[in-house]
């Protein structure tokens, strides 16, 4: 009996097996994780890719936005430009959070050793919309928190400045002061990864 055929009125339906059901299972959660992470391609043009709502990896690099702490304590864009994909960021015990700048002034030093692993879709943003004037949803993490852009554009704003994200961006958010803003009119999803410390 093929999967297409369906039971006549005398007939007892044939519910499929558990091996069927796993491979049901898995082909559905694929498709599910593809749908969810976007298409990763290689291609010259990023920005191009990135408009058409894809994650792109030109020449194996990816956009990745640090923030740190200035001498005033104030959140800031420590860097901002492209890194080798498979070297994004590291930690390290003595600093969890790692190391965004040499005059960072001391900050979290211990990792507690629970994480957390999420997606959130950040809703269009309404009146008042959050600025770095206004400081509406304005919130610190627990530690450091890995964001990737799954889709469309944000404009991610720290205690001193802000700038626009989009789909294959990666924000290194560092227990900083920080907020997003969603000027689309449509939720923009981003894959989370949380290491907390304190």
């Not at 498979?86 to 959070?97: A, H, Q, V």
């Not at 689309?184 to 290491?195: A, D, E, K, R, Y």
Request: hydrophobic content about 35%; proline content about 6%; overall charge negative.
């Amino acid at each position: 009996m093929n999967d297409d055929h369906r039971p006549t009125d005398n007939e007892e339906p044939v519910l499929p097996g558990r091996r069927a059901m796993l491979g049901y299972s898995a082909a559905g959660g694929l498709t599910v994780a593809a749908s969810l992470l976007g298409v990763l391609t290689s291609s010259r043009d990023a920005e191009a890719g990135q408009s058409a709502g894809k994650m792109t990896l030109p020449n194996g690099k990816m956009r990745r936005i640090v923030t740190a702490h200035n001498a005033e304590g104030k959140s800031y864009i420590a860097s901002d430009g492209a890194v080798d994909a498979n070297d994004l960021w590291k930690g390290t015990p003595e600093r969890p959070l790692g190391v965004a700048s040499e005059q960072e002034p001391p900050g979290i030093r211990h990792a507690t050793g629970q994480s957390r692993c999420f997606v959130a879709a950040i809703q269009p943003s309404k009146e008042p919309k959050p600025t770095t004037a206004n400081r509406v949803g304005y919130h610190r993490g627990n530690g450091v928190s890995h964001c990737l852009i799954l889709d469309g554009e944000l404009v991610f704003m720290v205690d001193t400045q802000e700038t626009i994200v989009r789909a294959g961006d990666l924000i290194v958010e560092r227990n900083t002061l920080h907020s997003w803003r969603n000027d689309s009119t449509q939720p923009v999803s981003m894959f989370i990864v949380t290491v907390n410390a304190d």
